[in-house]
């Protein structure tokens, strides 16, 4: 048996049905539907591993769980019943059951576009900042610190690109960014693709060491998971050290690298699942926001009870509506025009359903904020 078929047993025998995770699942809430809540998945698992076949909506319903570990957070047995499900896409994979068709088309876009959101490769570098244009050269200029920008900043959220870069150029950070950036390969993961995953680890790892990279830095809170946890969960410990731009922002106004202008305003914090609930970061992103004088409108459920904003764990690429019924519930409970993220991806979507509802909240990313508010640099 494999160590995560071990652990998938081990946890799911502590599940005495009492239902206390149902009503704090995000799908759940958005749904209505006991389909969609975490002790069904996890009775889907058991039937799983003891051989029973799994009908299609219930291997579905594995796929539409975002990960966001919210569940967890209320078990009286402390069961982890995200890994459970992320565990129990590999075995799904493994016995010829997933990922969904939709996964293996964006799939097969990674690995023929190299980013996960089908954008034009030609365009990737589009958000470099007009200044800095002529002078970046790449690989040429080796740095031991790495700025990865990620898919989604890349092609989707480009402002969040271009704040997160000049903002380490302006506090004199030495660092470096790729001409060819492949995506850090979190989709096939998430799906349960391990071989396809392990490829594109493969590939980024070897080039970084080529390149003698010692320190990764990015703005995305899916990037920061998948180098932090699954790089090493899938190839053993890697040689570079992950840091989300929140840290370093931090480490930056402690040190008095940069300097922020009183900014006076209220905005709505999201914590994102997989730099909260995953990584534990609830105060990096609220000290930087109160250096500024920002008063922080906090969300009915914020910190570890954060709600997702539906799209993690490829679940926006196959139910765009579910994404969209579970995000809308953080537009309508910010007081605050302005929502202020530390993930791109959160950013999109909530956008994405900002638009859709004509609602006129607006999403920002904590880069683009420190930058407009960039007081003086050293
Ligand atoms: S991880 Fe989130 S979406 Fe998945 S079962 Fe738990 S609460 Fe529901
Ligand atoms: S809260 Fe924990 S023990 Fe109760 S049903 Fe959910 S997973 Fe099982």
């Known amino acids: 048996m494999s160590d995560w078929n071990l652990f998938v047993h081990e946890e799911i025998s502590k599940c005495t049905d009492c239902e206390v995770c149902t009503d704090v699942c995000c799908t759940y809430y958005a749904t209505n539907n006991r389909l969609f809540s975490p002790l069904a998945r996890l009775q889907m698992v058991k039937k799983l591993l003891n051989g029973e076949s799994l009908k299609q909506e219930e291997i579905r319903s594995i796929y539409l769980c975002t990960e966001c570990g919210r569940c967890e957070q209320v078990c009286p047995f402390d069961i982890k019943i995200s890994d459970v499900i992320a565990d129990s896409k590999k075995i799904l994979v493994q016995k010829g059951l997933g990922p969904l068709p939709k996964h293996d088309v964006i799939i097969n876009g990674i690995l023929e576009k190299r980013n996960a959101v089908n954008g034009d490769p030609k365009k990737r570098l589009d958000w470099i900042p007009e200044k800095y244009r002529s002078s ?58 391990l071989e396809i995953a392990r490829e594109i680890f493969l590939e980024n790892i070897e080039k970084f060491k080529k390149l003698g990279v010692k320190r990764i830095i990015v703005p995305c809170a899916g990037c920061y998971r998948c180098f932090s946890k699954y790089y090493p969960d899938l190839l053993g410990k890697t040689d570079f050290e992950v840091f989300h731009i929140i840290q370093i922002l931090n480490d930056l106004l402690k040190s008095e690298k940069i300097t922020l202008r009183n900014n006076r305003h209220s905005f709505t914090f999201h914590d994102s699942c997989r730099l909260g609930r995953k990584a534990g970061f609830y105060n990096e992103p609220r000290e930087i926001l109160e250096e500024m004088g920002i008063e922080i409108e906090e969300l009915t459920e914020n910190r570890e009870n954060a709600y997702c904003c539906g799209s993690g764990s490829g679940v926006r690429s196959i139910d765009k509506e579910l994404s969209l019924n579970i995000g809308l519930k953080i537009l309508e409970e910010s007081k605050q025009n302005t929502i202020i993220a530390t993930c791109p991806f959160c950013i999109f979507n909530l956008r994405y359903i900002a638009y859709k509802t004509n609602s006129d909240k607006k999403l920002v990313h904590i880069s683009n904020l420190v930058f407009e508010n960039l007081a003086k640099y050293d």
């Open 136 to 193: 970046e050269k790449f690989e040429e200029t080796p740095s031991e610190t790495l700025l990865y920008l990620g898919c989604l900043p890349s092609y989707l959220v480009k402002e969040s690109a271009a704040a997160t870069y000049e903002l380490l150029k302006e506090a004199g950070v030495d660092f470096m960014v790729l001409k060819d950036e492949f995506c850090c390969g979190i989709y096939p993961y998430n799906a349960g693709k």
